[in-house]
């Protein structure tokens, strides 16, 4: 595109009614979801229709920051700078709005996603045990993933996934993402009670839902 190579990834769905495109903006390429009755000229033709508005989309995505020395990234919304340590022993740590990454400088990008992983993972397993126990019921096995349509989901037994990157996201938004999981082990549907169950345990949603649909893709272009 524009003398650029922008990957395209083909996905058929048997529950799709129509061709949907989207930009992920993990990856700077597109997902392409086709019926499984429509055939491939017929996706790409679909594709090449849309060519401007692809290429708005593909120039307003936000700048991409990867994990290196000396960069900024937010932790529960505030800002760190990115420090190498290869002397010390402690793997990575927080210290007055550094993130201090130890051990061989090639190693940093994963050892700090690794560390970020995990400190999602026991974050928000701590918050929805303390939001279900508002609500009376049980969550089930808590699990992190990266990924890019949803911020969370909630399985029929009462387990959570959530996108790791909500450890980038403001306290608020953290919190909210949460509240909505644990509510749907309640309320399946986003009827009227969810969303009275998703008061309950949080008063951030509407400003929640504002700030991930103003900033959420930010989040996709760190790391």
């Not at 989309?57 to 990234?73: D, M, N, Q, V, Y």
């Not at 029929?156 to 509240?179: C, K, Q, T, Y």
Request: charged share 30%.
């Amino acid at each position: 595109m524009d003398g650029r190579a922008v990957p395209v990834l083909l996905k058929r769905n048997r529950q799709a009614r129509r061709i949907i495109l989207r930009v992920d903006p993990k990856t700077d390429g597109v997902a392409l979801t086709v019926p499984w009755y429509a055939s491939e000229a017929e996706a790409l033709g679909f594709l090449e229709s849309q060519h401007a508005w692809l290429q708005r989309r593909l120039e307003k995505l936000p700048e991409r920051i990867p994990f290196e020395h000396g960069r900024t990234i937010p932790i529960l919304g505030e800002d760190h700078v990115i420090e190498h340590r290869p002397e010390a022993r402690r793997g990575v740590w927080l210290e007055d709005g550094i993130v201090c990454v130890s051990g061989d400088i090639e190693h940093l990008p994963r050892r700090l996603l690794d560390w970020l992983k995990k400190e999602a993972k026991a974050r928000l397993a701590d918050l929805a045990q303390e939001k279900a126990a508002e609500l009376g019921v049980r969550v089930g096995r808590v699990t992190v993933r990266d990924t890019t349509s949803r911020w969370g989901s909630c399985a029929h037994d009462g387990s959570l996934n959530f996108s790791w990157r909500m450890i980038l996201a403001p306290r608020f938004v953290f919190e909210f993402i949460v509240a909505h999981e644990v509510a749907h082990i309640v309320e399946r549907n986003h009827g009227p009670n969810f969303h009275k169950l998703v008061q309950q345990l949080t008063p951030h949603e509407e400003q929640a839902e504002a700030w991930l649909n103003a900033y959420g893709q930010r989040l996709h272009r760190i790391g």
